[in-house]
């Protein structure tokens, strides 16, 4: 049984080693073409694609619909490309200039609001948040009255 685990353990340091050593070959191979592309694809080693910058797009089509238990509403957006985040605030109907809104952060175009007062609309606006910081306001609508 021991020797099944050194020679696991001899394979992973061999693994590493050779993963160190492809990295130093790639970026020496990167060094020495110095920006050119003919060179580089000469190499036949696998390339990365060039990054390319994404321009945010405002989060559109809002839904909002009672969620499956009491006192939860279900918001959903389209997803956007090159979203990192998707924010969505909260006040109690009718707005005013004294409202106070809650902001909600989830990972995913989808969001699950709990905890709101039953027989009480709120009105939700939503927000994307992108790799560098970067946000676009979006949609504002009036959610239907909370069970």
């Known amino acids: 049984m021991y020797q099944h685990q050194n020679a696991i353990a ?32 000469s190499t036949a080693l696998p390339l990365r694609k060039k990054r390319q910058s994404v321009v ?6 809002l839904r909002v619909t009672n969620g499956i238990n009491p006192r939860e509403l279900d918001l959903k957006v389209d997803a956007i490309k090159g979203a990192h985040s998707f924010g969505f605030e909260y006040t109690q109907d009718p707005p005013t200039d004294q409202s106070v809104w809650v902001k909600t952060i989830c990972t995913t175009s989808r969001c699950t609001i709990k905890n709101l007062e039953p027989g009480k609309k ?8 992108g790799g560098r910081g970067q946000q676009i306001m979006g949609d504002m609508m009036l959610s239907p009255f909370v069970q």
């Not at 009105?123 to 948040?129: E, G, L, S, Y």
């Open 10 to 41: 001899a394979k992973n340091v061999r693994r590493a080693a050779l993963i160190e050593l492809s990295v130093q070959l790639g970026n020496s191979v990167t060094s020495t073409a110095n920006g050119n592309v003919e060179a580089l694809v």
């Open 56 to 61: 945010l797009k405002p989060p559109s089509n």
């Open 122 to 129: 709120y009105w939700f606006r939503t927000f994307v948040t």
